[in-house]
């Protein structure tokens, strides 16, 4: 089993950064893909960016050059930092892994970008 906590959300003007944490527990070293996931009410969650265990990553076009996913192995954490924030960005932030042939997800944390 793995857990996985989020955290860094907040509200933040429009052209502003934040950076989002996920830290895993558990059997956090059976993760192979950490990816961040979002969803506004109504909507689809849709991908984000993911990172593999060898470092890989990928990004969804809307956010390429603006945000970065980066890992920290010492501390079982993935970072999304997300730089010139738009309105458009805000919703809830989710962080999934890959483990064991299983998707785990965290709770969720909210981001409010104001124009």
């Known amino acids: 089993q793995v857990q996985l906590v989020e955290s860094g959300g907040g509200l933040v003007q429009a052209g502003g950064s934040l950076r989002l944490s996920c830290v895993a527990s558990?059997?956090?070293?059976?993760?192979?893909?950490t990816s961040w996931f979002r969803q506004a009410p109504g909507k689809q969650r849709e991908f984000v960016a993911s990172?593999?265990?060898?470092?890989?990553?990928d990004y969804r076009d809307s956010v390429k050059g603006r945000f970065t996913i980066s890992r920290d192995n010492a501390k079982n954490t993935v970072y999304l930092q997300m730089n010139s924030l738009k309105p458009e960005d805000t919703t809830v932030y989710y962080c999934?892994?890959?483990?064991?042939?299983?998707?785990?997800w965290g709770q969720g944390t909210q981001v409010t970008v104001s124009s």
């Open positions: 558990g059997r956090a070293s059976a993760i192979d893909t």
């Open positions: 999934n892994a890959r483990a064991f042939g299983s998707l785990y």
């Open positions: 990172i593999t265990s060898s470092g890989s990553t």
